[in-house]
């Protein structure tokens, strides 16, 4: 073997080494954080936890039903306004946004994208609590949604472009109107990834504190009203976690574990629907 | 070629030339396409044979920076009159593209009946019995009539191709045009398709783009010989072939370039 041949063997072996070192390590935050919320938090977690609400500070039992309600309830609505938004302005822009306008929403969703979410509480907070005078659910729902909407429309429009130019031709030239074309055959062949950057977008809201204390604020007690303050898991593990208490910690750690794999599950069901993607019809 | 009594006239080029931008694609073709009968458009890569075909369902137009001057007349109607709906006037000339293009999301019948149900909504026995029509016309029926339901993935390259020429013929085109349809089959299924150029022309008029000279001559009733954007011979198949007018023709055929 010569040097050179020697050094090159080297030198890939030593750039194999580190990749998966690096690649390690990376899993490794997801295994220690997992771990940790395990360890800490699995034995608070009993029937209770799921069915009842949180007891005065002192009183040991109770549980976060609320916060997992209030979860439900303000995700689901920021879905309920960011998916159609988020999912058409994609469209938008992968089908017909090659002009000026296209450029500026895409532009203005990489902003928008890149905007710190505690600011987009402070805004939810300046146009919809501080004019009523009242920290609501919605609101919190509202600055969620505004956190969705760019994430989903730039992966949107990634997914309908990755649709082969072909498949559109062959539908033109069947006879196909060109709205027609973008949703029954360039959308619906990108369902799989559309569907897939939706959960993604869900999950990654689904764990934010920052706009939800300026907007839903938190209810120690169960409600279902959007027009009240309501409980978020995030927002209980930040209470209990900052609170003084043991009992709280303990919770704050099993709250913990809870939103983790709700996160952990849609993110799940993320890669089961992208296998899905071209899969069996009906 | 003498048109007879019988024969009505379906379509026709006058001077059409197509540009992408400022590159013209091609200049100043006309051509008649008479009915029932097959017209192969053959010249060397990049001639502009595809461009041509596309410019008869004004599918060219659809690309950015894309124009065409000149007339297409169908029955006489230039199809690029302004009163003239070119998504309308798709319905009624069908095409096949190089590469299979079967709707991924789509089962075998959802894909034949695609163009039917762009129509607007009919019986289910309706539809049931276009999509058996037009399977069988593509030779495909035996093949796939126990598996309707399915994925139209799940089908061979051969029958995927199939698949579109009866997607293409499910809402009974006057035209149908088939950019080299075999080019990513093996010969096997090259084969199918030939003989079904044979048997679609007692239903339509059908215009081929090959590049595949043997393919012209078997498939055929008249042949026109495109180079560099331009129309150097048009005539019957069997006589194009065998007695060339111009010497570019028959350098080409002959394989001399191209």
């Known amino acids: ?282 | 070629m003498a048109a007879s009594a019988n024969t009505r006239l379906r379509l026709e080029t006058v001077g059409v030339s197509a540009l992408f931008g400022r590159t013209p694609a091609i200049r100043d073709i006309s051509l008649l396409f008479p009915a029932h009968t097959v017209t192969a458009i053959i010249g060397p890569s990049g001639c502009g044979k595809s461009t041509l075909l596309r410019c008869l369902n004004r599918m060219h137009e659809l690309t950015a920076g894309a124009t065409v001057t000149g007339q297409v007349l169908l029955d006489d109607v230039d199809i690029y009159a302004n009163d003239v709906n070119p998504v309308e006037l798709r319905r009624r000339i069908g095409m096949v593209f190089q590469r299979p293009t079967p709707f991924p999301t789509m089962s075998i019948y959802d894909n034949v009946a695609a163009g039917l149900r762009v129509n607007g909504r009919r019986p289910r026995a309706e539809t049931d019995a276009a999509v058996e029509r037009a399977l069988r016309q593509a030779a495909l029926w035996d093949e796939v009539k126990d598996r309707l339901l399915t994925s139209a993935l799940a089908l061979s390259g051969g029958q995927q191709q199939r698949l579109c020429i009866a997607r293409a013929v499910a809402p009974e085109p006057e035209i149908l045009l088939l950019d080299e349809p075999t080019a990513s089959l093996d010969p096997a299924g090259t084969q199918r398709i030939e003989e079904l150029c044979h048997a679609l022309k007692r239903h339509y008029t059908i215009v081929i783009v090959t590049h595949n000279l043997q393919q012209a001559a078997r498939v055929s009733d008249y042949t026109a010989f495109l180079y560099m954007g331009g129309l150097v011979e048009v005539g019957l198949t069997g006589e194009l072939f065998t007695k060339p007018q111009v010497e570019q023709t028959e350098a080409y055929i002959t394989g001399r370039f191209g």
């Open chain 1, 1 to 282: 073997m010569s040097g050179g041949t020697f050094r090159r063997h080297l030198m890939s072996r030593v750039m194999t080494a580190l990749v998966v070192v690096l690649a390690f390590t990376a899993v490794l935050a997801l295994v220690l954080i997992l771990g940790n919320l395990i360890a800490k938090g699995a034995s608070s977690i009993d029937w209770a936890f799921f069915t009842k609400s949180p007891v005065p500070a002192g009183e040991s039992g109770g549980g976060v039903a609320n916060a997992i309600v209030g979860t439900a309830i303000i995700v689901g609505l920021a879905a309920l306004i960011g998916l159609p938004v988020g999912i058409g302005a994609g469209l938008y822009l992968a089908e017909y946004g090659s002009g000026r306008l296209g450029f500026l929403v895409r532009f203005v969703a990489d902003v928008l994208n890149g905007t710190p979410s505690i600011v987009i509480g402070i805004v939810a907070w300046t146009f919809l609590v501080k004019p009523t005078g009242r920290f609501t659910a919605l609101a919190g729902s509202v600055a969620l949604a505004i956190l969705m909407i760019p994430m989903l429309a730039r992966t949107t429009e990634e997914m309908v472009r990755l649709v082969p130019h072909s498949l559109r031709e062959a539908a033109l030239a069947l006879g196909y109107p060109r709205w027609r074309t973008s949703l029954k055959i360039v959308a619906r062949t990108a369902l799989g990834g559309i569907v897939t950057g939706c959960l993604v977008g869900i999950a990654r809201v689904a764990g934010e504190t920052a706009p939800l204390l300026f907007t839903a604020l938190g209810n120690l007690n169960f409600s279902l009203a959007v027009n009240q303050p309501m409980q978020t898991l995030s927002l209980q593990i930040y209470v209990y976690a900052t609170g003084p208490f043991d009992e709280w910690h303990r919770m704050a750690w099993a709250a913990a574990l809870v939103l983790m794999g709700l996160v952990l599950i849609l993110a799940l069901t993320a890669r089961w629907v992208t296998r899905q993607r071209y899969g069996s019809v009906r």
